[in-house]
Nanobody, 117 residues
Framework: VQLVESGGGMVQPGGSLRLSCAAS????????MSWVRQAPGKGPEWVSTINTGGGSTYYADSVKGRFTISRDNAKNTLYLQMNSLKPEDTALYYC???????????WGQGTQVTVSS
Protein backbone atom coordinates (compact mmCIF):
# COMPACT_ATOMS: atom_id res chain seq x y z
CA VAL A 1 0.00 0.00 0.00
CA GLN A 2 1.30 3.42 -0.92
CA LEU A 3 -0.30 6.83 -0.53
CA VAL A 4 1.55 9.84 -1.96
CA GLU A 5 0.26 13.36 -1.32
CA SER A 6 1.13 16.38 -3.42
CA GLY A 7 -0.06 19.90 -4.08
CA GLY A 8 0.89 21.62 -0.86
CA GLY A 9 2.67 24.94 -0.70
CA MET A 10 2.58 28.45 0.66
CA VAL A 11 -0.43 30.63 -0.03
CA GLN A 12 -1.80 33.93 1.22
CA PRO A 13 -4.94 34.06 3.37
CA GLY A 14 -7.99 33.77 1.17
CA GLY A 15 -6.13 31.73 -1.40
CA SER A 16 -6.73 28.23 -2.70
CA LEU A 17 -4.84 24.98 -3.07
CA ARG A 18 -5.74 21.56 -4.40
CA LEU A 19 -4.16 18.56 -2.74
CA SER A 20 -3.89 15.17 -4.44
CA CYS A 21 -3.22 11.72 -3.04
CA ALA A 22 -2.14 9.00 -5.44
CA ALA A 23 -2.98 5.54 -4.14
CA SER A 24 -1.46 2.23 -5.18
CA UNK A 25 -1.08 -1.32 -3.96
CA UNK A 26 -4.72 -1.89 -3.06
CA UNK A 27 -8.21 -1.65 -4.55
CA UNK A 28 -8.73 2.08 -4.05
CA UNK A 29 -12.43 2.00 -4.92
CA UNK A 30 -13.13 -0.41 -2.05
CA UNK A 31 -12.11 1.96 0.75
CA UNK A 32 -13.41 5.13 2.30
CA MET A 33 -10.63 7.70 2.39
CA SER A 34 -9.87 10.64 4.63
CA TRP A 35 -7.74 13.73 4.92
CA VAL A 36 -6.16 14.40 8.30
CA ARG A 37 -3.95 17.34 9.23
CA GLN A 38 -1.46 18.08 11.95
CA ALA A 39 -0.45 21.60 12.87
CA PRO A 40 2.88 22.31 14.57
CA GLY A 41 2.74 21.35 18.23
CA LYS A 42 -0.75 19.85 17.96
CA GLY A 43 -2.23 16.41 17.57
CA PRO A 44 -3.79 15.05 14.38
CA GLU A 45 -7.10 16.62 13.35
CA TRP A 46 -9.59 14.88 11.12
CA VAL A 47 -10.53 17.09 8.14
CA SER A 48 -12.78 15.15 5.81
CA THR A 49 -13.90 11.68 4.69
CA ILE A 50 -15.38 10.39 1.45
CA ASN A 51 -17.08 7.05 0.92
CA THR A 52 -16.08 4.49 -1.68
CA GLY A 53 -18.24 5.80 -4.48
CA GLY A 54 -17.79 9.46 -3.68
CA GLY A 55 -21.46 10.06 -3.04
CA SER A 56 -21.11 10.76 0.67
CA THR A 57 -18.73 13.30 2.13
CA TYR A 58 -18.11 14.52 5.66
CA TYR A 59 -16.27 17.56 6.97
CA ALA A 60 -14.96 18.95 10.20
CA ASP A 61 -16.81 22.09 11.22
CA SER A 62 -13.58 24.06 10.90
CA VAL A 63 -13.42 23.46 7.13
CA LYS A 64 -17.08 23.00 6.17
CA GLY A 65 -18.05 25.26 3.29
CA ARG A 66 -14.43 25.95 2.35
CA PHE A 67 -12.96 22.52 1.56
CA THR A 68 -14.24 19.90 -0.87
CA ILE A 69 -13.14 16.28 -0.87
CA SER A 70 -13.46 14.20 -4.02
CA ARG A 71 -12.04 11.10 -5.62
CA ASP A 72 -11.43 9.61 -9.05
CA ASN A 73 -11.55 5.84 -8.72
CA ALA A 74 -10.43 5.37 -12.32
CA LYS A 75 -7.23 7.27 -11.50
CA ASN A 76 -6.85 5.91 -7.94
CA THR A 77 -6.60 9.48 -6.70
CA LEU A 78 -8.08 11.40 -3.78
CA TYR A 79 -8.38 15.19 -3.82
CA LEU A 80 -8.93 18.04 -1.40
CA GLN A 81 -9.88 21.41 -2.85
CA MET A 82 -9.18 24.08 -0.27
CA ASN A 83 -10.60 27.56 -0.73
CA SER A 84 -10.68 30.66 1.47
CA LEU A 85 -7.63 29.42 3.31
CA LYS A 86 -6.88 30.81 6.75
CA PRO A 87 -3.63 30.91 8.75
CA GLU A 88 -5.11 28.30 11.08
CA ASP A 89 -5.25 25.86 8.16
CA THR A 90 -1.45 25.71 8.23
CA ALA A 91 -0.53 22.07 8.81
CA LEU A 92 0.91 18.93 7.34
CA TYR A 93 -1.92 17.27 5.42
CA TYR A 94 -2.13 13.49 5.17
CA CYS A 95 -4.39 11.21 3.24
CA UNK A 96 -5.35 8.03 5.04
CA UNK A 97 -7.13 4.80 4.26
CA UNK A 98 -10.16 4.20 6.46
CA UNK A 99 -10.87 0.79 7.96
CA UNK A 100 -13.54 -0.46 10.34
CA UNK A 101 -13.59 1.48 13.59
CA UNK A 102 -13.33 3.92 12.03
CA UNK A 103 -9.60 4.08 12.13
CA UNK A 104 -6.78 4.52 9.67
CA UNK A 105 -4.40 1.74 8.70
CA UNK A 106 -2.23 3.51 6.13
CA TRP A 107 -1.09 7.12 5.83
CA GLY A 108 0.89 9.02 3.26
CA GLN A 109 4.00 11.03 4.04
CA GLY A 110 2.08 14.30 4.10
CA THR A 111 2.21 17.55 2.17
CA GLN A 112 2.82 20.89 3.86
CA VAL A 113 0.29 23.69 3.58
CA THR A 114 1.32 27.10 4.89
CA VAL A 115 -1.09 30.02 4.89
CA SER A 116 0.65 33.29 5.59
CA SER A 117 0.80 36.85 4.37
Amino acid sequence: VQLVESGGGMVQPGGSLRLSCAASGFTFSSYDMSWVRQAPGKGPEWVSTINTGGGSTYYADSVKGRFTISRDNAKNTLYLQMNSLKPEDTALYYCARVVVGPRYDYWGQGTQVTVSS
